[in-house]
């Protein structure tokens, strides 16, 4: 199979039907993760590290599950000087989960994604400075229509019960999930030549990393002993939280490999609005399954979102460039319109 870099596909149809499912899988993985997650925080607020934790090790077993089924997928052997390279990444990339986690306990299911409504500005942002390019006038604009639609729905309404308002230490958290998502949307690029430019090697040294990492606050936030007293209550239904575990792990395994996908064959920017596409239907789920009350701001909120999304994908269906005169030592000839290797 001809690696995906060195091949040259037509900027047409093709290309954007080729991207597609890739951009979109994603974002209906991560549907799930939510609302599962949601579920089990709801059942065991008092256990999101852990929870956190399970998921990660769940996903590092599947790993090595699936190399040992497959041999296309490679388990990396371990190496300090990869580790090294990799710190960055995986420490931005276990501090998101956790604000990311700790902001959805705090709010309703339709409202998560509103509370980390900053993620889209600051993607473009982060990627604008790593590459020192300035976004086109239609990627900003479209950005900062996105951004109104998340903080109309930020707005405090007097329609909702006190309750339903989410807290400033949860928005706060909503925040800074937005921020490492783009810190470790903007590194996973420039972290794939470490791991032989595979997303599979990348995303066991991200799972094993960010475990490391996170074990031993798991063991000073005292939540391995609050699963014994819970288990030793009696009342507390543990079926949730296992089933929990288990479904977000094998779901945040596909969410991983996927994700990195995306993120390799488009740009960070791409991938941050395929994700703001997903929001609209989750925050419509989240109204039918957990009962989240809709007002008129996230309403407009959603109506806001969704036509600064298709605007964004439509400005960037014109922007296919064609290639350069000189492609991997070989020449690209112009004839009729199309390129053709000489």
Request: proline content about 6%.
């Amino acid at each position: 199979m001809v690696p995906l870099e060195a091949t040259y596909v037509r900027p047409s149809s093709l290309l954007r039907l080729a991207v597609l499912p890739i951009t979109h899988l994603p974002a209906s993985t991560a549907l799930v993760m939510v609302f599962v997650n949601k579920l089990v925080l709801n059942n065991t607020p008092d256990l999101p590290l852990l929870f956190l934790l399970a998921q990660l090790l769940i996903a590092v077993v599947l790993l090595h599950v699936s190399a040992a089924i497959s041999h296309r997928v490679e388990i990396p052997h371990f190496d300090w000087g990869v580790a090294k390279k990799l710190t960055p990444v995986v420490l931005v990339n276990v501090i998101g989960l956790v604000f990311n986690t700790l902001c959805l306990r705090g709010v309703e299911a339709s409202y998560f994604q509103i509370a980390r409504g900053l993620q889209l500005p600051l993607t473009i942002l982060v990627s604008s400075i790593y590459t020192r390019c300035v976004p086109s006038i239609k990627t900003i604009a479209a950005a900062v229509l996105v951004s109104c639609g998340f903080f109309v729905g930020v707005a405090p309404s007097s329609a909702l019960p006190s309750l339903a308002n989410p807290t400033p230490i949860t928005l706060f958290y909503g925040i800074l999930s937005s921020l490492f998502i783009a810190l470790h949307a903007v590194l996973i690029k420039s972290s794939l030549p470490h791991c032989e430019n595979s997303t599979i090697q990348l995303a066991w040294w991200t799972n094993v990393g960010s475990a490391v990492f996170l074990l031993p606050f798991v063991v000073f936030n005292g939540e391995l002993q609050i699963l014994r007293d819970n288990i030793l209550e009696g009342s507390w239904d543990g079926k949730v939280f296992g089933w929990g575990c288990l479904v977000t792990g094998v779901f945040g395994f596909l969410l991983c490999v996927a994700g990195l996908l995306s993120i390799k064959v488009t740009s960070p920017i791409t991938h941050m609005f395929s994700s703001a596409a997903k929001s609209v239907l989750q925050t419509l789920l989240g109204v039918y399954i957990f009962h989240d009350i809709l007002t008129v701001n996230r309403i407009s909120s959603i109506l806001i979102i969704l036509g600064g999304t298709m605007y964004y994908t439509w400005a960037k269906s014109f922007e296919f460039k064609p290639p350069q005169p000189e492609m991997y030592g070989q020449s690209m000839r112009r004839k009729n319109g199309e390129y053709s290797i000489q």
